[in-house]
């Protein structure tokens, strides 16, 4: 055995220590007050995977490598990182408490340099072929600085192969020729329920390899192999391969003297075979048994020097789970914890002095020998490697002159016109949708942009003078990435741009277009990247019922609540085309802040931390007002609403809207107003900021700053107490239905709470009584002073 691998053994052991005494700590030593849950901590999901992590970290992996570590593995992870001086103690004994080292590791969370956030099973694993993905764009831009290429390494999971966004990316890898990417399965054979079906690594060898990929089979260690090269060696090969895998982890955590009864009853020959049995302690036996592929450093420092190319790469790795371990094999392991009593014995066996559990390096021989080889350590020669990247001039808004006009078609003429005229903003945008480029108003923009690919790809048709309004060419300068039907792609992909400043040191401004209803369908993915906080710009559209023809399966209800609810987003739904020119100014800015998270006292946002934005458009042209450039209307604009017709002293109708039921607003209200004048409109660019102010607002209150006011707070402020506030929008009420609560005035809210089917607008917008005549009829019901359950009966 080499000297380096000596010291990675020795490594390895620390490591394993330190993470099972880690989890040991927090769930049967610290003081847990009140709480009588089990915190947890998978220690058997770590042991697992240790050796695959020390053979990478410490002899494999360079410093422009990114990882995306299993979500089970955290423990090892911060183990690592502590050795090498990037993670502290105290929030290492703080293990899953407030303030400690995360469950799963976190970018925005953990102190340490986690690459991708991991914790939805899955997602951190197709992370890292869109990243590879993005690493390939950066590449060939000519704004980008020469760097190497980094490899996109994913710790799997043999569970996590159930998840069917890792098999969807597959397909998009194969169309974008993907490259420079390992998945490493740590093929334990056992899930939390249980032990994995018989053969899944059959299944899983030909799908990668007919999707271009390299599949490494890690199933054998050193001991193992030397053992089958001794006579009666093949006979044992053949046993170990053909053994189940429920029988294999049930004799592995009841240790070598079950292992000698079974081999000998079954393979036992009175020769060769029963010799070499018998060659072997029991404690070797167990030893040799236990020795995998997965859980030999020495294989697997060999396995992955071998690949000398950057062909996509998967290593089916065999392990044991909690290897070493008490728990080993057991198939309750999975969110089983060592007792007391196990532990004690895991430390004696281990040889961990009483008072030294958390020592660096309480197993190492020689430590000053084990400081030095880290300290050369190619992976962690450059420190952390969290980068930052200058910002993008944003230049002047867009104003466009259309005086009618749809705010998806509004959007994709702001992107051309950006396009057209502001090549710094416009050089580092990328483009991307999930099969609907054309109909999310995207054309304009590829047409001049093109499309990204590593190698040049004609436009058939334009090459054969097909007329074609769409210009599909595919080459190295190309600004937008086309993609499947997938929506999960599509936010894995925006995910792994939002963080190309810091993953890769370069800036982009990522703009995806989806259907607005298919938003649901990436969801996971999509609160995957804000809770790494990758900054992007996601447009849903078209929304709502007002995408009449489609039927309910095209119309969508619930996503402002989305916008609404999910962290790092900001959510935006205008009405005309001069208030999104002023989000979209506004957001390529705000995506690109990286303050400190105080309120804006005015509006009690947190504005400076920067975020995503997210976009809900309409494909219904309406007329368009003559374009407003005053400061006040853009600030009402990006704070979340402004007064389309400011209220009079004895208001006794408000109506608040917010998209793109504009004109029927605006119908009712000047219906209204023939007989009220004191009428007032109240255009909602973003209820999720209003409230987001409105709530943060409160808290200050709270807190004793009894003069803390958000935007909505004084909107609403100047209208009487009897005033009644009317809200319409094409989405679930709930999304304005609030607005009462801010000063306690009577609301109707209006809305879409069931499925859609086909119609005219005007058909839906009627049976939902979101038109201008429910609108009127509720505000004559409520001027009668009708009871609020007639009212409900109106609408």
């Not at 290897?323 to 007391?340: I, Y």
């Amino acid at each position: 055995m080499s000297k380096k691998i000596e010291q990675l053994k020795e490594l390895e052991g620390q490591i394993l220590w330190l993470a099972c005494w880690m989890v040991h700590h927090a769930n049967h030593i610290r003081p847990k007050g009140d709480q009588q849950i089990k915190i947890g901590g998978h220690q058997a999901s770590s042991a697992s995977i240790v050796s695959i992590m020390t053979a990478l970290y410490f002899s494999v992996l360079k410093p422009e490598d990114r990882v995306a570590v299993k979500p089970h593995a955290s423990p090892i992870f911060h183990a690592i990182q502590y050795l090498m001086g990037n993670q502290e103690l105290d929030r290492m004994k703080n293990f899953r408490g407030f303030g400690g080292v995360q469950s799963y590791p976190s970018r925005t969370k953990d102190i340490d340099d986690v690459d991708f956030s991991t914790g939805s099973v899955g997602l951190g694993v197709g992370i890292t072929a869109f990243a590879s993905m993005i690493q390939d764009y950066i590449q060939h831009k000519s704004w980008a600085a020469e760097k190497p290429m980094g490899k996109m390494v994913a710790l799997v999971g043999d569970a996590e192969m159930d998840e069917g966004n890792i098999f969807e990316c597959l397909q998009e890898g194969w169309k974008h020729d993907l490259r420079n990417v390992w998945w490493i399965i740590d093929y334990n054979r056992q899930s939390l329920d249980g032990v994995i079906r018989e053969g899944l690594w059959k299944r899983l060898e030909p799908i990668f390899e007919a999707f271009g990929w390299e599949v490494v089979r890690l199933k054998y260690g050193v001991k193992q192999r030397a053992a089958f090269e001794q006579p009666g060696g093949d006979k044992l090969k053949e046993w170990i391969d053909n053994c189940p895998n429920q029988l294999y982890s049930a004799l592995t955590y009841q240790g070598g003297k079950a292992w000698r009864a079974r081999l000998l009853d079954e393979i036992g020959d009175q020769g060769d075979v029963t010799k070499l049995i018998e060659s072997y302690s029991d404690e070797e036996l167990g030893e040799l048994m236990n020795n995998l592929g997965g859980q030999c450093v020495e294989s697997l420092v060999e396995a992955f020097e071998s690949i000398d190319h950057d062909r996509p790469t998967v290593f089916i790795s065999y392990t044991i789970k909690g290897w070493s371990t008490p728990l080993a094999g057991h198939k309750d392991n999975h969110g089983g914890l060592m007792t007391t009593t196990q532990m004690d014995e895991f430390k004696r066996q281990m040889g961990v002095a009483d008072g030294e559990e958390w020592e660096k390096f309480s197993l190492v021989k020689d430590a000053a020998a084990i400081q030095k080889f880290l300290d050369q350590v190619p992976f962690f020669a450059q420190g952390t490697r969290r980068f930052s990247a200058p910002s993008v001039e944003v230049g002047a808004p867009v104003e466009l002159a259309d005086r009618e006009i749809a705010s998806q078609a509004g959007f994709g003429k702001i992107l051309d016109e950006i396009a057209k005229n502001n090549p710094t903003l416009s050089e580092r945008i990328v483009t991307t949708s999930p099969d609907v480029t054309v109909t999310t108003n995207l054309t304009g923009w590829v047409n001049r942009k093109g499309l990204f690919a590593r190698n040049e790809l004609n436009d058939e048709f334009k090459d054969q003078r097909i007329p074609s309004a769409q210009k599909w060419a595919f080459s190295p300068d190309g600004q937008h990435i086309e993609l499947g039907i997938a929506e999960m792609n599509l936010f894995l992909l925006l995910g792994a741009a939002g963080l190309s400043h810091s993953v890769f040191g370069e800036r982009l401004l990522p703009i995806g277009a989806v259907y607005d209803p298919f938003v649901a369908r990436g969801l996971d993915a999509l609160n995957y990247a804000c809770y790494q906080d990758s900054r992007f710009m996601i447009v849903g559209t078209p929304s709502g019922v007002t995408l009449a023809p489609e039927g309910g399966a095209h119309q969508s209800i619930g996503t402002q609540l989305i916008g609404m609810s999910q962290d790092g987003l900001a959510a935006f739904e205008p009405a005309y085309v001069d208030e999104l020119s002023a989000i979209m100014h506004w957001a390529f800015d705000y995506m690109q802040r990286d303050g400190e998270g105080d309120p804006d006292e005015r509006t009690w946002l947190r504005d400076e931390t920067g975020g995503s934005v997210y976009l809900r458009l309409s494909t219904n042209p309406i007329e368009q007002p003559q374009w407003r450039k005053d400061d006040a209307f853009k600030q009402g604009v990006i704070d979340g609403a402004y007064w389309m017709r400011e209220p009079g002293p004895n208001a006794e109708i408000v109506i608040a809207y917010q998209g793109v039921v504009a004109p029927e607003v605006i119908e009712a209200a000047g219906r209204i107003g023939e007989d009220r004048r004191d009428i007032g409109v109240l255009a909602c660019t973003s209820a999720d900021r209003l409230n987001a102010g409105w709530t943060a607002a409160q808290r200050a209150r709270r807190r004793g700053q009894a003069d803390a006011q958000s935007h909505i707070d004084r909107l609403l402020a100047q209208l009487p107490p009897h005033c009644t506030i009317i809200t319409v929008t094409d989405g679930h009420p709930a999304t304005l239905g609030w607005l009462g609560a801010v000063a306690g005035h009577r609301t109707v809210p209006l809305g879409v709470e069931h499925f859609g089917q086909t119609g005219t607008i005007a058909d839906l917008y009627a049976h939902y009584g979101i038109n201008a005549d429910a609108i009127v009829s509720v505000a004559q019901n409520i001027v009668a002073g009708r009871p609020m359950r007639h009212l409900r009966e109106v609408i």
